[in-house]
């Protein structure tokens, strides 16, 4: 095995720089947290502040999908109630097999 054979190995063997970015860029973020953290810790005004604005956002957030939730339901209901008769019936069951399937699954993953 020559020099450059050694080395090509020894290359090889070595992160490439992508990882030396990412960890640097951790370690960046780590110490921007700290900073961060240790900044609230010393100002409970704003740490209160921040929480309480987390907190609304949060709660904005789920009355956002509430709505979407809400008004999904009532295209569905639309979209049903405008549908031929014959057509519906069908409709209705393979909506309920395909929610029932979907229903069982989600349960056999949580438990």
């Given at each position: 095995m020559?020099?450059n054979?050694?080395?090509a190995?020894?290359?090889?063997?070595?992160p490439?720089?992508a990882?030396?970015a990412?960890?640097l860029?951790?370690?960046?973020?780590d110490?921007?947290?700290?900073?961060?953290?240790?900044?609230l810790?010393?100002?409970?005004?704003?740490?209160k502040?921040?929480?309480?604005?987390?907190l609304?956002y949060?709660?904005?957030?789920?009355?956002?999908?509430?709505?979407a939730t809400?008004?999904?339901?009532?295209?569905?209901k639309?979209?049903?109630?405008s549908m031929?008769?014959?057509?519906?019936?069908?409709?209705l069951?393979?909506?309920?097999s395909?929610f029932?399937?979907?229903?069982s699954?989600?349960?056999?993953?949580?438990?």
């Amino acid at each position: 095995m020559d020099i450059n054979e050694i080395l090509a190995t020894i290359e090889k063997s070595l992160p490439d720089e992508a990882l030396f970015a990412e960890v640097l860029r951790d370690l960046v973020k780590d110490e921007m947290k700290s900073y961060l953290k240790d900044k609230l810790e010393k100002n409970p005004e704003i740490k209160k502040e921040l929480r309480e604005a987390i907190l609304d956002y949060s709660q904005a957030k789920l009355m956002e999908i509430t709505a979407a939730t809400k008004f999904s339901k009532a295209v569905a209901k639309l979209g049903i109630i405008s549908m031929p008769s014959e057509i519906r019936e069908e409709v209705l069951r393979s909506m309920i097999s395909t929610f029932q399937k979907e229903i069982s699954e989600a349960i056999d993953r949580t438990l």
